[in-house]
């Protein structure tokens, strides 16, 4: 099975929720640069001082790591029964 980290582990910047402008979100990343966000994107928990994490992602990676939940839960789900793997 893959070894690698989940897609949300790799590509991702620790950034935290600053301020709110008009309809967007400042969002500041660990080094200190700002992205403003759409507030209707945002879960619905954030607020101001929410940690929060900026992920990139390409079409293909994202339904990698579709297919590699999805296998993972298989696996889970498959678990008590013995040694079954997808």
């Not at 790799?10 to 600053?18: L, M, N, P, S």
């Not at 969002?27 to 929410?50: F, M, N, Y």
Request: aromatic share 4%.
């Amino acid at each position: 099975m893959d070894k690698l980290p989940p897609l949300h582990d790799r590509y991702t910047i620790a950034a935290t929720i600053t301020k709110f402008e008009d309809t967007f979100a400042v969002v500041t990343t660990t080094d200190g640069q700002t992205v403003r966000w759409p507030i209707k994107e945002l879960p619905d928990d954030c607020a101001i001082g929410s940690q929060v994490r900026l992920v990139l992602t390409t079409t293909q990676s994202d339904e990698e790591e579709r297919k590699r939940l999805a296998k993972t839960i298989l696996n889970e789900i498959l678990k008590p029964t013995g040694q079954h793997k997808v």
